[in-house]
Each structure stands twice: as C-alpha cells, then as structure tokens.
C-alpha cells in the first residue's frame, strides 16, 4: 500500500515500523545480561552507514544491553580513509572488546586482516566473498560474518525509463577505491545494456571530488550505486540533477530522503538491526561466526521523492505513484 508522507514523517514512520519488527534473542527476565564491550568501526558518516549503526545498537538495546549500563560503545569513524580504517583495525585488534562490528567494505576489509582472536560482524557489504571477507555466503569459514546490502540493481536501473521513456543514456558516478562500487557498477552496466542504455561512467578517489564528476556528465540520467564516497556528497550530484533535468537514481532510501528521485533499496536501519541479532546470538548463545551463514535483507521498497521529481522536470507515472511503498513530498 503506498504511503504518501513528509520528509519528516517518512523518517519517523521508519523509524516505528523498524521498531516493531522482530525483537532479538535477549537474555530472560529472570537473568541479567552479562556486561559486553563492542568496538564499531564506520567507513565513513553518512545516513546508510548511519542508519545501520543505529539499528545495530538499537538491536543489542532490544536484547537487554543498553550503554552506560552493561554496555560499552567503541566507535570510531575512519572519515573515507583507508590508512585510518587500517589504523583503527589495527587498535581494535589489541583491545579487550568482546566483538566488533565493521561498517562498509573498506573498514571491514581491515578488520578481517587485523582481527584473528575475537568474533568480528560486518554490515552494508555488498559482496563479501569477493571482497575476501568470508570464504562462502552460507560458510563464511573464519571469525568474521555478517549481513550484505546488496540491492535490486537491475531493478534499479529499469527505474530510469520509467521515469524517462525516452532515456538513451545513464551516468554512473562511484569510487575507483571502493569494491562494493565495482560489484554494482558491473552489473548496472549489463541491465543498461539490456535496456538500451549506453553507460559513462566517472570515478572519484575523495568525496571532494563528486561535484565536478556529476557536472561533467553528459547523459539523460544519473545512477549513484550504495558508494560511500559519492553518497556521503550527494548533494552535488542531486543539484548537476535538478540543474541538466534528468533524473537521479539512487542506491537506497536514505538517498532518496536527500533528494534523489527514487530507488528499488534495502531498509539500512533494519539491516543493521539484523546484523545486532546475529551480535545477540554470539553474545548469548556463544555463536561461531565461522558457522553463521551472511544474511541479507529480502525484502526492498520503492521509494519515490515526488519534490525532487519537480526539481528535476520529472513527470512521475501515475502506476509508479501508486506501486510506491513510500512517496516524498
């Protein structure tokens, strides 16, 4: 059923519905949760990362650990930086935390090579076999597992003539750095193919970087993949956007909340959510994350930001207006 909504009530409708889903496997109430230390490891701040963090907590809270009480909090955030999300792996590895969690490709990567001697979780990996975190999806083989943000990319990219009919061309703007980028951006590449997109694609090293890459194209639409470093200065590719007329797709819905004009995605607060449970499970029921197979979100929404459709010179499609899962205005 579509829910049309604020920017404001779309967070905070979230945000309840995430809330009712699933509780994790906390200790009973006859039985106090054992104090726990958890190191978090971030990529980069921005509101997917963000968002998993905070469902990961939120998660470790629902099972009865709550910080300040018999719960302490580690994070550190390497900015988008690779030598500090090395640099931080390597501190966690010599410290006396019970578990730690690695946001992103980059600061899990770290992690995996760093930290031998204590259950390591990952989460918003897209790829994590090949990104050599585990040895399979169902056996990841080590002490590391965790959940993979792999979105709909096919999906997403069928989007475009949805909103364009007429579209003959997409640019894809991600990080050269970034292996998660990669993944998506291959497979973007071959469902543009199937709609008779032609594909320029731009990279970027630095957040810095995405404002003159996103001005620089010159194609009928944009597609910005789940990338940390683009994501966290999308802005700019949102104003190349509104300013060529084109339409945005996104990676997921925290984009879409800052002016993309719609996705196919994963919650990524639910998803953090998911990975806190799998927390739970180690912490309690002594969890091997060599047996724990990586899990994933099943379920996806399409979101749409009908004022950025505006913005953009977008018409939206009445029969997308009404199979949204969630509308902006």
Known sequence: MKRTLSLTAAVAASALVLTACGSGGGASQSEEPQEVSVGIAQFVEHPSLDAAREGFVAALEEGGYKEGDNLKLDVQNAS????????????????????????ATPTAQSLAQAVTDKPVLFTAVTDPVDAGLVDSMDAPGANITGTTDMNPVEDQIKLI???????????????????????QVEEAKKAAEAEGLTVEEKTVTTTAEVAQAAESFNTDSIYVPTDNKVVAG??????????????????EGDSVERGGLATEGISYEQLGKQTGEMALRII?????????????????????NAEAAKAMGIEVPKALLDSADAVIR
């Open 161 to 183: 003539k949805q909103f364009k009919p007429d579209a003959k061309s997409v640019g894809i703007i991600y990080s050269s750095g970034e292996t998660n980028s990669q993944i």
């Open 234 to 251: 999308l802005e700019a590719v949102v104003g190349a956007a509104e300013s060529k007329k084109i339409p945005l797709i996104v990676g």
């Open 284 to 304: 309690e029921e002594d969890g091997d994350p060599a047996e724990m197979a990586v899990e994933s979100q099943k379920e996806t929404h399409l979101i749409i």
């Open 80 to 103: 988008g930086d690779q030598a500090t999300a090395t640099n931080i792996a390597s501190n966690f590895a010599s410290s006396d935390n019970d578990l730690i969690l690695g946001i």
